[in-house]
């Protein structure tokens, strides 16, 4: 008592005022995630996160309210994003792969329809493609902003490599399993697979099937038609997948390596691995680990053809592109359409473009010349542009709750844990609704 | 509570101290407020075990997939989840791994604990290296070894005499042995710290007689260590059980349950089933299974060693 009477005033105001800012602040910390005048962005946390961050970082210097970043890293990200969504710490805005990933949170009526945003300022829906645009349209309602770049799943490969073995990047089914058999010989693994993710392997069965049965097998069985996993089509592509394996194209440690370590990616930029089958974003994978292999040898060319395949060889497979979502709790709707807007200016294209993403603008061909490999967006955006049909990727395209069981099912039939039988099974029983 | 008891009545025959420990609270002659003291406690447990544990066994009579309200299904998860064979398969994998942990991690942390409790002038210094990986985080330790055993960059790629092609986490047998391998080495130093301090305690007057009747060094420690370091060892070994059946962390960062599911042991499983495909029911389900086979395995052995009614090892001394 005696040392508090002899206290200064002023420093036992100053406490109780820290106090009470304290006490304050674990109020609103309870309420939401995100504190006063500000609100949350969830992103998919990866390379591409330094555009992300130069962008909010750009949105805040002028915004009233203000934009917080928080990133999941890559392999939990859909997980976390379900067990937070329907709680107060639910972010206000957040990353998704469009259509079936969002139509559980649409039916829970979670989401905000995006429309009265457009109607207000209809450069949100104009400046974007529109079949990516759509992708993301839940029973006719627009729920996402396009906000990174389309990404098709393409074959990359070490120049070096191929050269050494005398390689030409594969045209044609059989001209990848010639390939196979020469890489062997010079004595590197083929293919590149990071078997131990698992969702790398898939990018195979999706790739294979829609070359040799067309886009319709998929979605028939999508829509749940069992018997499309049956067909002779589905089987047929089931073998063409096994004599690969057993040609040796992976090696024999696939089921170890895994992508999301970079392992496989630093298999290809050693010179250990061939080729890898990889997403668009592979390029600023290897950029951000050996930004010399990215910029020197790194090569790339569509999936092969097919003979006789019934799917135009132009398909592309992977993600259509990702999304921002607005929780209808937000509380600045107003501030956010702002962020929203951002997507389609000049420097959010260039800074996607100069780290290799392919963003779905129609203001992007104007900038193609500006990427970090000119060459590379160009050829995409080609590719894009040409393709008939871009298939979404099937763990994607499947409800969430399907993927574990799916990712099991082809690591399973790749390692010879399952046959043809036993594959086309496991598939029938993955939910599609 | 035990050994204070035999302190006071060292000589007390079997059947006496069971009637006495009835009274166990009036023997030491204080009174204590009994609840208003536990109270704290009590509450604590209340809020984060039992009340949880409640709504896990609600939740596993529902259907719920994280988003909406959660369905009542009756028996369907129960029904789904006895009928899975990956369940039945889970439930061999945990039993399989804990028993390896304790087949494994027992001998060598006896043999490093009885070392470490001696007084060589070198066993300050190299205890304090053992106890290390005591130190770090499940998780550190897992990606540290998930590097160190990578096929292409790791240490297999360097020794293929010992790991062969080094497809470790392809094939059931080796990626069993990866994550027996991760936690002895994670483990050993905890359970040796047990077995140092239970040593410690073993009272040198045994080895002295021992040494003037003649025994040498392996009968002293097979007559005289080993026997001294019984509850010890129980101590020890239901601490490996419970932890060997609800190993997680490394199962996940290091084989995600692959190949396949040669490696989904029943905590892995639970998580998949809840936060990976969004079965909250089903996950519920899998998680009250694995608390009644932990419970039951904990009180068979319990039972068997006769833990529950303890006897001191210095007895009669």
Known sequence: ?433 | MTTQMTRVRPAAPPERRRRARTRTANVAGVGRPGFLWAAPATLFFAAFAVVPLLMVVVLSFMSWDGIGDPEFTGLDNWRRVLDDPVMIKSIWLSLLLTGLGVAIQTPLSILLGVWAAGNQKNRAVLSAIYFVPLLLSATAVAVVWGALLDPNFGVPAEATWLFGDGNLYGEQASAIGVLAFVSTWQFTPFHTLIYQGAARAVPPVLYQAAEVDGAGRYRQFFHITLPQLRNAMITSMILMVVGGLTTFETVLILTQGGPGTDTTISAYYMYERAFRSFDYGAGAAIALVLVLAATLISLVMVRLSGYDKMRSTTEGL
């Open chain 1, 1 to 433: 008592m005696k040392t508090r009477r002899r206290m200064p005033r002023i420093l036992a105001g100053g406490v109780a005022l820290g106090l009470a800012l304290t006490l304050a602040g674990c109020g609103d910390d309870g309420g939401s995630a995100s504190g006063e005048n500000e609100f949350t962005v969830l992103v998919y946390g990866d390379a591409t996160n330094e555009v992300e961050k130069k962008l909010v970082a750009e949105f805040n210097k002028t915004s009233e309210v203000k934009a917080r970043l928080d990133t999941i890293p890559g392999a939990d990200y859909q997980q976390k994003l379900q067990t937070i969504i329907s709680t107060p710490q639910a972010p206000d805005v957040f990353f998704h792969w469009g259509g079936g990933s969002i139509k559980p949170f649409v039916d829970a009526d979670l989401l905000l329809p995006l429309d009265d945003f457009v109607k207000k300022d209809p450069g949100l829906k104009d400046n974007f493609l529109p079949s990516v645009f759509d992708a993301s349209v839940v029973d006719g309602k627009a729920y996402g902003i396009p906000m990174r770049g389309t990404q098709p799943v393409l074959l990359f490969h070490n120049k070096k490599v191929l050269d050494e073995a005398g390689v030409q990047p594969p045209e044609t089914w059989d001209d990848l399993l010639a390939a196979v058999e020469e890489l062997k010989d010079a004595g590197v693994t083929p293919i590149a697979l990071g078997g131990g993710d698992m969702w790398p392997t898939q990018m195979w069965f999706q790739y294979l099937y829609d070359r040799i049965a067309g886009p319709e097998l998929f979605q028939q069985a999508l829509d749940g038609d069992k018997e499309a996993w049956e067909s002779e089509d589905s089987r047929k592509a089931l073998g063409m997948i096994r004599e690969l394996v057993d040609a040796g194209a992976f090696g024999d440690t696939y089921d170890s390596v895994k992508f999301t370590n970079n392992g496989s990616a630093q298999l290809v930029a050693s010179g250990k691995a061939g080729f890898e089958l990889m997403g668009s974003w592979y390029y600023s994978t290897q950029q951000s680990l050996n930004e010399e292999f990215a910029a020197e040898d790194l090569g790339y060319s569509a999936f092969p053809a097919v003979d006789g395949g019934k799917g135009d060889p132009a398909n592309l497979a992977g993600n259509t592109n990702n999304y921002y979502s607005v929780m209808k709790k937000a509380e600045h709707p107003e501030a956010i359409a702002e962020f929203l807007k951002l997507m389609y200016s000049d420097t959010f294209v260039k800074d996607q473009l100069s780290i290799g993403n392919l963003p779905t603008t129609t203001n992007t061909a104007d900038f193609l010349d500006q990427a970090a490999s000119p060459e590379y967006s160009t050829y995409q955006y080609d590719l894009v542009a040409e393709a008939p049909h871009f298939q979404l990727s099937w763990d994607q395209a499947y409800p969430q709750s399907a993927a574990t069981d799916m990712h099991k099912a082809v690591q399973q039939f790749f390692n010879g844990g399952l046959d043809a039988d036993g594959f086309i099974s496991a598939m029938q029983a993955l939910p599609t609704s």
